[in-house]
């Protein structure tokens, strides 16, 4: 049966999708889909046309959630053999005897990386490689060194590359381009959501859609303009405070897009050392009133106070010195002194105490408060009245009780909608309000009041997904009535049965927080079929995947009720994220458009310079062409090079540890030329020859080694069996070191006044060096329990005389004290009968010189 058939045989692939799948089967390329086309989809179908025993397929990119996604859904299609997982806890033996086998496989980049240098896997009988993810493609990382490796000995298996960020494709100079020399691909297939098919496919089959724009209250828009004159005035001091950061995304339209901190972090952050802390300042006042801003339309008005008011406290109490500027929130700006500021104080204090706190802002006591306003959000309204509106539906009768499901932006948003439905808005709005006033204790009166009106709504009941203290307002012998929502954390789900309209049930559950909450949602749509469907908050990706959902399903009644505040930022961030998506697909078509792809790009030629490994010195690089090239010795300008001859076209070897494939330097090296070996070392990371041994650190590695005591053990063991150990501290390009620049500069007298004799030691030295140093290499003292040691025992012989719990409540480590027991007081012989036991249950143990 060709692919064709096939898909003609497949229930539910839509127009596009069946185009695209047909593209990529019959040739090698890189996709690139709107974000919510179902992306998934496509992966699945591909993944079902490789799932058999005769294919050797591996699938990169794949987070845990995704696999097992991927793999429910292939079992669920009754695909079998499903695909396999390799993790750590297969052995060796086992990896051959399943790769043999043949099949689908998602493995981790690590485990392959070896596998393939190790020849493990037979290379040249892999059908081809599943790249996910694509646009996390780099030149160093990981997935690019199994691409090259495979693409190296197999020229006839096929590579295969998903994304559905066509962002991340427009960001830095000529990324597409970059991805797919990574992946050693031609082709590039776009398909944005204005490409001719996707709306051919959608325009026969698109759902109701009920647009409903909500006017932001009045109290509300001084909130709203307030927010945006402060986030443009801190905006003009950054640029005219730094001219690291490109100006293009200093603009109020960049500031209230979602991936505005991210790109600001990227721009910075090689030199993050460098910038003034009134530029740090400047980025952290901006992030703080971008969250007052996702607040106002998301949040209570009782919230947004205590935010609000939050900022102003700390910074009239503390000043400049409230927080640290390093710290993620760092410290309060002068934005705060301006009469915007003061506006939005008073406005958001007016929304919970009404108008009259305009004259009491200044006048109120600590004690005494304003009559609560409470102004409720408008949108939880609606979002009642649209419920209300879904439980009188005529259509109830003849399809059902309806399901109906409430999308938010977060847990805390679904959370504080669950309660608005269950008690009401003056009700939720008046316990926050108690607990922002501190209140010791509960009047039990207005306790039994708050009961007595939620007992009024009637049949109302609650479920959460997740194991919270939630109180259920109605039996236990109902809950097996209702949906159950399997492996669901963070929704709710509401029946609302009163008599009077038909019984519902209402799923509430957010689209972001979670890494899985993408599929999740599909899950939801897919189960429980709900006929009305109501976006709380505006997401670009869950607004497609509805698209998705009603095409695959066209006879299924499907309702939309978008709910959108009118003239507000939220509605501009919406749009804006349309407009972004679209330019950068447009920047996309044009650059495929004048992309230069030579012919050799897929690697399939024997000699391909993508593949070439060069191992001739970079010293010598200008004066040869491969690596048996020779130097002339007629040159004069070769400087101090040595003479040399006849390059030797034998490849050096390093032998590197298994756990180093990580990082990106065994990539380099092999590039370079030089073949690797992976082992498991015991001593070093990498073995250059039989006399040097490098142990590689990155920076926080090196700070954790440095405080916990393991880098003088590892360098005492490569010491002990290498004549030439090496450390090798590796910086991130990408992050800015440096040593603390706000420390006293030494003085010069005071430094040669300090000798070997001196007694001028700080607290912190003035200890024995010779007991110290012999305390130190004790069984179970390290260097984190050292001075706890010496500052609780007066000396070695008291030591000696403590027993095991004393030693543990000293130290604050069992194991420790134990070993450090046992060496004190075990007698010669014990010790020997130890040691000799511990070196013949090792087998591998060989004596070096």
């Known amino acids: 049966m060709s692919i064709e058939d096939k898909l003609m045989n497949s229930s539910g692939i839509l127009q596009y999708e069946n185009e695209i799948i047909l593209q990529l089967y019959h040739e090698d390329g890189l996709l690139i889909l709107a974000r919510g086309l179902g992306l998934e989809r496509i992966f699945c179908e591909m993944m079902k046309l490789y ?14 959630a995704e696999q097992n996604y991927f793999t429910e859904q292939l079992i669920s299609d009754g695909i079998d053999p499903p695909p396999r997982v390799i993790t750590a806890d297969i052995s060796i033996q086992e990896r051959k005897e399943l790769y043999i086998q043949g099949g689908l496989f998602f493995v981790t980049a690590r485990i392959l990386t070896v596998d393939l240098l190790t020849n493990r896997i037979p290379i040249d009988l892999i059908t081809g490689l599943l790249v996910y993810r694509a646009h996390r493609i780099a030149d160093s990382s990981s997935e690019s060194f199994i691409v090259r490796l495979y693409r190296d000995k197999n020229k006839t298996g096929f590579i295969k590359g998903f994304s559905d960020s066509s962002l991340d494709f427009t960001r830095g100079y000529n990324q597409l381009d970059c991805v797919m020399k990574n992946l050693f691909l ?27 724009q909500v006017p932001l209250t009045l109290l509300m828009t001084d909130i709203q303009v307030s927010l945006m004159e402060l986030i443009s005035a801190c905006l003009q001091e950054l640029r005219s405070s730094t001219t690291w950061i490109d100006h293009d995304l200093l603009t109020v339209d960049q500031s209230i897009l979602n991936s505005f901190d991210r790109l600001i972090r990227l721009q910075l952050q090689p030199i993050w050392n460098q910038i003034s802390i009134r530029t740090k300042q400047l980025i952290n006042d901006i992030k703080t009133l971008r969250l007052f801003v996702l ?28 927080k640290n500027i390093h710290s993620p929130q760092g410290s309060t700006g002068s934005w705060l002194y301006l009469p915007a500021a003061e506006r939005l104080l008073m406005a958001s204090k007016c929304r919970v105490f009404g108008e009259v706190a305009k004259k009491q802002i200044q006048q109120v006591k600590d004690d005494e408060e304003p009559v609560a306003k409470l102004e409720e959000n408008p949108k939880l309204k609606l979002v009642s009245d649209v419920l209300q509106e879904i439980r009188e539906n005529d259509d109830n009768k003849l399809l059902g009780p309806p399901v109906t499901l409430v999308v938010c932006a977060e847990d805390r948003t679904c959370s504080q909608l669950k309660q608005y439905l269950l008690l009401g808005g003056r009700i939720m709005l008046e316990r926050l309000l108690e607990q922002t006033l501190n209140a010791s204790t509960v009047n039990e009166t207005s ?4 009961t007595k009106q939620t007992t009024e709504k009637k049949g109302k009941k609650i ?59 599909g899950k939801i749509l897919l189960k429980y079929r709900p006929r009305f469907i109501i976006l709380y908050d505006a997401s670009l990706t869950f607004v497609r995947q509805l698209e998705v959902f009603k095409a695959t399903n066209p006879e299924h009644p499907l309702r939309i009720y978008f709910l959108l505040y009118g003239k507000s930022i939220e509605e501009q961030r919406y749009l804006l994220s349309v407009k972004k998506e679209k330019e950068a697909f447009e920047n996309l078509v044009r650059e495929k458009a004048s992309m230069v792809i030579p012919e050799e790009r897929e690697g399939r030629d024997e000699y391909n310079p993508l593949l070439s490994r060069d191992a001739t010195p970079a010293n010598q690089q200008a004066y040869g062409t491969g690596a048996t090239s020779t130097i002339d010795q007629s040159d004069t300008r070769r400087g101090g090079i040595m003479h040399m001859t006849t ?20 990539s380099l090296i092999w590039k370079r030329g030089i073949d690797i070996e992976p082992v498991t070392l015991e001593v070093g990371d990498y073995i250059l020859t039989p006399e040097i041994c490098i142990e590689r650190k990155s920076v926080s ?65 003035r200890y024995n060096t010779v007991a110290q140093d012999f305390l130190i290499r004790m069984p179970g003292v390290t260097f984190k329990n050292y001075k706890l040691i010496m500052n609780n025992v007066e000396n070695l012989r008291v030591l000696s005389q403590l027993s095991e719990n004393q030693l543990t409540t000293i130290m604050g480590n069992s194991k420790q004290a134990s070993l450090l027991y046992n060496f004190i007081h075990k007698q010669k ?5 130890d040691i000799k036991s511990k070196v013949t249950s090792n087998s591998t143990w060989k004596k070096r010189r």
Request: proline share 4%; aromatic share 10%.
């Open 51 to 64: 799932c058999a025993e005769h294919n050797l397929v591996f699938i990169l990119g794949c987070t845990d």
């Open 186 to 212: 031609r082709h590039a297939f776009l398909y944005p959501r204005f490409h001719v098919t996707v709306r051919s496919t959608f325009e026969h089959c698109s759902p109701d859609v009920i647009e409903l």
């Open 295 to 322: 607040h106002l339309t998301q949040y209570d008005c009782v919230t947004f106070y205590n935010a609000v008011q939050a900022i102003f406290i700390n910074e009239k109490l503390y000043g400049s010195r409230g």
């Open 447 to 450: 306790k039994e009041s708050e």
């Open 463 to 521: 479920r959460t997904t997740t194991d919270t203290n939630e109180e259920i307002s109605n039996d236990s012998a109902n809950i097996d009535k209702k949906p159950d929502i399997e492996g669901i954390e963070g929704g709710y789900v509401i029946e609302d049965d009163d008599g009077s309209t038909s019984p519902s049930t209402t799923i509430v559950y957010p689209f972001s927080g979670n890494i899985d909450n993408h599929f999740i949602l």
């Open 647 to 666: 390059i030797s076209i034998n490849r050096p070897k390093i032998i590197v540890d298994m756990r180093e494939f990580r990082s990106e330097l065994p």
């Open 701 to 765: 590695d090196l700070i954790g080694s440095l405080n916990n005591g393991r880098l003088y053990q590892q360098a005492l063991q490569m010491t002990r069996f290498y004549k030439k150990p090496m450390l090798l501290i590796e910086f991130d390009q990408k992050q800015a070191f440096h040593l603390a620049r706000d420390r006293e500069e030494p003085d010069t007298k005071s430094a040669m006044l300090v000798t070997a004799e001196s007694d001028l030691l700080d607290d912190d030295e």
């Open 829 to 833: 012989g014990d010790l020997v009968l």
